[in-house]
Structures are given as C-alpha cells and as structure tokens.
Nanobody, 125 residues
Framework: QLQLVESGGGWVQPGGSLRLSCAAS????????IGWFRQAPGKEREEVSC????????HYRPSVKGRFTISGDNNGNTVSLQMNSLRPEDTGVYYC??????????????????WGQGTQVTVSS
C-alpha cells in the first residue's frame, strides 16, 4: 500500500475556504486515481471527489459541485482539494485515497485500497 498524508484541515466559519493537500512519498500521484472522502460523526464515509488523470476524468458529489475543486500539482507529488463556500454539513474528517488508474471503477471508498490518516475539517460559527 501507498503512504499518503493529508494536511490543511482546520476550523472555518460558514462561507469560508480551506485547501486540503494529499501528499505521497516515494511515488508520483500522477500514476494513480485519487479520491477525497469524508466522514462525519455517526455517519458513514462518503465520497467527495475523485480524479483519474489517466482517463482525464473527475467526479464530485452533487452537494460540493461548483464549490470544491480537485487538482494535482505539476510535480505529481500532491493532490489538492480546494473547498470554497463551506457549509456546516461539510464538517468531518477528510481522507485521501489512491488506486492504480486501471483499477478505478467508481468514486466510492470500496474502490480504493490506500488511505491517509485523515484531517479534520470543522465548519461552524
């Protein structure tokens, strides 16, 4: 499995922005499909966004479309999730995950086999 580390979480007021990063050591994230997932207390983990560079495809869950943007840096070392217009319902622990692109089928947690430890995002006033 790959070693992934998330960063950039924190507390923000509704309407604010955060930028999460997923970093990998020893390999390029360009060679993998990457997903961002989140889990709120008492709820199941849900997909937020996925990116498959090999296929040139991205996916966003409907509630974040237009507010969140997934992107990779030019070096292939990090994948970011820019989150704007944050809402209290965006609160949760955010995880990044990876899978070889040819094994990617759908933006769902069961489809990914390498995970980071997560970073907390709290949106409240």
């Amino acid at each position: 499995q790959l070693q992934l580390v998330e960063s950039g979480g924190g507390w923000v007021q509704p309407g604010g922005s955060l930028r999460l990063s997923c970093a990998a050591s020893g390999f390029s994230l360009d060679n993998y499909a990457i997903g961002w997932f989140r889990q709120a207390p008492g709820k199941e983990r849900e997909e937020v966004s996925c990116m498959n560079t090999l296929l040139g495809s991205t996916h966003y869950r409907p509630s974040v479309k237009g507010r969140f943007t997934i992107s990779g840096d030019n070096n292939g070392n990090t994948v970011s999730l820019q989150m704007n217009s944050l809402r209290p319902e965006d609160t949760g622990v955010y995880y990044c995950a990876a899978i070889p692109p040819l094994l990617y089928r759908v933006c769902a947690s069961a489809n990914f086999d390498s995970w980071g430890q997560g970073t907390q995002v709290t949106v409240s006033s």
